[in-house]
């Protein structure tokens, strides 16, 4: 499961390649888009909004006037969810994924080409109308609408739920994974099943949250802890039976869950007992 800033990186990587280019083809390989053509519409840009990805696109003839009727406006809704990806190829490029998992081919007149490989969520909706399938999120880590009050708010109305839950929903505060619930709850001493209440300084937390992301957008490889060398980029997450490097504890692995949310799987939380002592 990707981190807000690995999409980010698609987001960005797949803006450089397409935006300002007009589609020669389109091919979407989901039974409710089958009929879609969007050869001669013009990529206008590539923006991720949490977790999510955006590419919107202009109607042919529609890209150069200023008021741009919001119908000749549409946006390409993806998630990658647990497995999906997102290639930018040349003309002469290879497919990193076997073709069937493709569900979408965008190419531009140029041959540069975008494909998404098994996105869990696919969908078109028209520009205007993309409150529809993002307005549910919380404030984006790594957009402009960036709000920290407002995110520290949306945590604390549930005071008594799982911190490490509670980052991880992006309704409270859109980007945080697996990795940066488990690294956050490290650097500031809370166990991930300790509750909202619990955590002492929750506005240094949110802070901390915008900080790392942003910090590590633009880097080839992630890194929490600022040093440690080419493989100390973390405190605790992918470390679990390795001592901790504040206190030397072996960092312990357990799944955190919501029995609220059956169908949320039970994911991987790491944390040195010692630093991060279980709640009761
Ligand atoms: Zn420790």
Known sequence: MPEGDDVWRVAARMHAALAGKR??????RVPSLATLDLSGWTVLEVVSRGKHLLHRLAAPDSADSDDGATEARISIHSH?????????????????KPAHTA?????????????????????????????????????DLL?????????????????????????????????????????????????????VAAVADLSGLVTTAHRLLEANKARPSRNTTGGYGPRGDSWVYGRAGQPCRRCR????????????????????????PSCQPPPG
Not at 23 to 28: E, I, K, Q, T
Not at 105 to 131: C, M, N, Q, R, Y
Request: charged share 25%; hydrophobic share 40%.
């Open 143 to 195: 957009g402009a609408d960036w709000d920290p009050e407002l995110a520290e708010a949306n945590l604390r109305s549930r005071p008594d739920r799982a911190i490490g839950l509670a980052l991880l929903d992006q309704q409270n505060l859109a980007g945080i994974g697996n990795i940066y619930r488990s690294e956050l709850c490290f650097l500031f001493r809370v166990h991930p099943a300790a509750p």
């Open 249 to 272: 504890t072996r960092i312990e692995h357990a799944t955190l869950g919501e029995p609220a949310a059956a169908l949320q799987r039970e994911r991987d939380i790491c944390y040195c």
């Open 103 to 139: 569900r979408v081919v965008l190419k531009a007149e140029d041959g540069v080409s975008a494909v998404g490989f098994s996105l869990g969520i696919l969908e078109v909706v028209p520009t205007a109308e993309e409150g529809h399938v993002v307005g549910h999120l919380g404030p």
């Open 80 to 96: 990658l969810k647990m497995e999906g990806s997102w290639q930018v190829l040349g003309p002469s490029d290879r497919w990193h």
């Open 23 to 28: 589609l020669a083809s389109s091919d979407f």
